[in-house]
């Protein structure tokens, strides 16, 4: 199956700093999603990008498929950004079948 | 809309007994899946469905059982549990057509934090 590696595994930021979160998969996808997870434990979908670039807000994720990477940047970063967030592929489209990373823990300190 | 829901959202079992994780989506999804996600780890796919009928397994998916008799509903039983079923079970949902476009993004529930003793 396709391998998906994330990194950092984890990453410490002040509030207003920037970050890029990475991930790397190991075979052509038609399907990529990155997922934030709360404190909380909930799964928030931020963004479906197979390929291309998209932004919303602050966020933002560029994904080039023929090199099978996607990074997800965060900017002027805040402490409600803290949490896990995941990549997850799939050779198709539907995204009924997933393959996540292991994610990036982010702490955002006051 | 509710989007995905889940029942119960704890559940602490005795080893060898089974039950039923619920879940139901409202917004005409055709595809449901089930994962699991354990301490430090990412999500991994139990069991899908691709629609009504139709049901698939995925990465891990020995000592569950699944059904799809409805559109909005993809239970997930566990017949006998274990101790290494313990872990956060999280169904989602995807694949939509809205106004001529399909939507692929996977929308989950919140979570049942099982735990077997």
């Known amino acids: 199956g396709i391998q998906v590696e994330q990194s950092p595994p984890d990453l410490i930021l002040q509030e207003g700093a920037n970050s890029t979160l990475r991930c790397n998969f190991s075979?052509?996808?038609?399907?990529l999603q990155w997922f934030h997870q709360n404190p909380w434990g909930q799964l928030i979908n931020l963004f479906y990008?197979?390929?291309g670039t998209k932004q919303n807000g602050r966020l933002s994720a560029t994904t080039v498929a023929t090199e099978r990477y996607s990074l997800l940047y965060i900017s002027s970063s805040q402490t409600t950004d803290s949490g896990v967030y995941f990549c997850a592929v799939e050779k198709e489209t539907s995204g009924s079948r997933l393959t996540f990373g292991e994610g990036t823990q982010l702490t955002v300190n006051p | 809309n509710a989007g995905v829901t889940q029942t119960p959202k704890f559940q602490v079992l005795k080893t060898g007994q089974s039950m039923t994780l619920q879940c139901a989506q409202d917004?005409?999804?055709?595809?449901m899946s089930w994962y699991r996600q354990d301490p430090g780890m990412g999500l991994r796919l139990i069991h899908y469905s691709v629609g009504a009928g139709i049901t698939d397994q995925g990465e891990v998916p020995n000592g569950y059982n699944v059904s799809r008799s409805t559109t909005e509903d993809f239970p997930l039983r566990l017949l006998s549990a274990a101790p290494s079923q313990t872990s956060v079970y999280f169904c989602?949902?995807?694949?939509?057509?809205?106004?001529?476009?399909?939507?692929?993004?996977?929308?989950f529930g919140p979570g049942t934090r099982l735990t077997v003793t």
């Open positions: 989602a949902s995807s694949f939509s057509l809205n106004r001529g476009a399909y939507s692929n993004e996977q929308y």
């Open positions: 917004m005409n999804h055709e595809y």
């Open positions: 075979d052509s996808v038609n399907n």
């Open positions: 990008i197979p390929s």
